[in-house]
Nanobody, 123 residues
Framework: QLQLVESGGGLVQPGGSLRLSCASS????????IGWFRQAPGKEREGISCVSSSGGSTTFANSVKGRFTISRDNTGNTVYLQMNRLKPEDTAVYYCAAASGYCSGSVSDYHYWGQGTQVTVSS
């Protein structure tokens, strides 16, 4: 079964940057559409970015458009979320997830989930 592991979270000041990684072992991630989601305390999990299995299509939520980018590495085993110009409202637990279909921001479309990594943006 596909297992996903996120890493790269931490504490960063407003305006700073972080790069999150989503990795798998044993399965190539380029067989799947990979989405990044986040969940802040007391809020629903929201989709913020997605990359298609080919890497040719990416989507971003309006809240992160122009600040975040998503990419795949050449091994096919890791997907990155580069987060720039971070804001306090970006504070959340960030999850990556895998789906067999097209890019989607809907939680229910994803079958495999990582455990999440905490991102805190604070001075």
């Amino acid at each position: 079964q596909l297992q996903l592991v996120e890493s790269g979270g931490g504490l960063v000041q407003p305006g700073g940057s972080l790069r999150l990684s989503c990795a798998s072992s044993g399965f190539r991630l380029d067989y799947y559409t990979i989405g990044w989601f986040r969940q802040a305390p007391g809020k629903e999990r929201e989709g913020i970015s997605c990359v298609s299995s080919s890497g040719g299509s990416t989507t971003f939520a309006n809240s992160v458009k122009g600040r975040f980018t998503i990419s795949r590495d050449n091994t096919g085993n890791t997907v990155y979320l580069q987060m720039n110009r971070l804001k306090p409202e970006d504070t959340a637990v960030y999850y990556c997830a895998a789906a067999s279909g097209y890019c989607s921001g809907s939680v229910s479309d994803y079958h495999y989930w990582g455990q999440g990594t905490q991102v805190t943006v604070s001075s």
